[in-house]
């Protein structure tokens, strides 16, 4: 299986916090490959600078330092967050949702942040 690890879960992830459920850990380590997108990296970065996070910018950008994949924005990956339903009007998870179906990939997601045909853990 290869996961796309949305921002939270990758950090929760690198720190080993106790947030992340023992069932995500398990599905992270037993997949095939886990990427994480240079959108949640941008993500993070903007929820810093305006406050909402602290993390260093640093160990944000280290995606392969953690053993994880860096998944790059491409066109198709831009292009596909038009054919999204309306419904979901965050453009950071609109693009992973969209990478996530071009690539393809598994999206999970906290139970509290479900998208529609999305896993949640």
């Known amino acids: 299986m290869r996961l796309l690890l949305e921002n939270r879960i990758f950090l929760w992830a690198v720190a080993g916090s106790t947030s992340l459920k023992s069932q ?3 599905l ?3 997949a095939d490959q886990a990427f994480v997108s ?3 990296i941008w993500e993070l970065r903007m929820k810093a600078l305006l406050g909402g996070i602290q993390v260093d910018p640093d160990e944000m950008a280290a995606i392969s330092d953690s053993g ?3 998944l ?3 066109s198709v ?3 596909g967050v038009g054919w999204l339903p309306l419904h979901q009007h965050d453009p950071f998870d609109r693009l992973l949702i969209a990478q ?4 393809p990939l598994h999206l999970p997601r906290q139970p509290r942040q479900p998208f529609p045909a999305m896993a949640n853990w």
């Open 77 to 79: 990956h831009a292009a």
């Open 100 to 103: 996530a179906i071009a690539e």
């Open 38 to 40: 240079a959108v949640s």
């Open 24 to 26: 995500a850990r398990l």
């Open 28 to 30: 992270i380590e037993a």
């Open 68 to 70: 994880f994949i860096e």
């Open 72 to 74: 790059p924005i491409a």
